[in-house]
Nanobody, 121 residues
């Protein structure tokens, strides 16, 4: 089982940047696909970005492509989300996600507690 702790959220003006970090502990970090999700008030949690175990493959939701970058440091057991050109619609609680694929149709998913990102116009 892995424990996840996010940090780096805050208040920023539109057009600004923030870098979120998610520190993992309790298990072998490099075995987990990592991701970021977000949830705005009154909305469902949505996928933002993900990175494979080795860091070789990344994927993003269309609304953040070209503005956000996900990266991981397996030596530090940390995943990052660099967010540039922030927009008010990026305002949400951002959650770190870890996924362990144990076998066919067998996945284990873990979540952090979330960090608030607020973008003012």
């Amino acid at each position: 089982q892995v424990q996840l702790v996010e940090s780096g959220g805050g208040l920023v003006q539109a057009g600004g940047s923030l870098r979120l970090s998610c520190a993992a502990s309790g298990s072998t970090f490099r075995n987990y696909n990592m991701g970021w999700f977000r949830q705005a008030p009154g909305k469902e949690r949505e996928f933002v970005a993900a990175i494979a175990t080795s860091g070789a493959a990344t994927t993003y939701t269309d609304s953040v492509k070209g503005r956000f970058t996900i990266a991981r440091d397996n030596g530090k057991s940390t995943v990052y989300l660099q967010m540039n050109s922030l927009k008010p619609e990026d305002t949400a609680v951002y959650y770190c996600n870890a996924e362990y694929v144990a076998g066919i149709n067998q996945k284990y998913t873990y979540w952090g507690q979330g960090t608030q990102v607020t973008v003012s116009s």
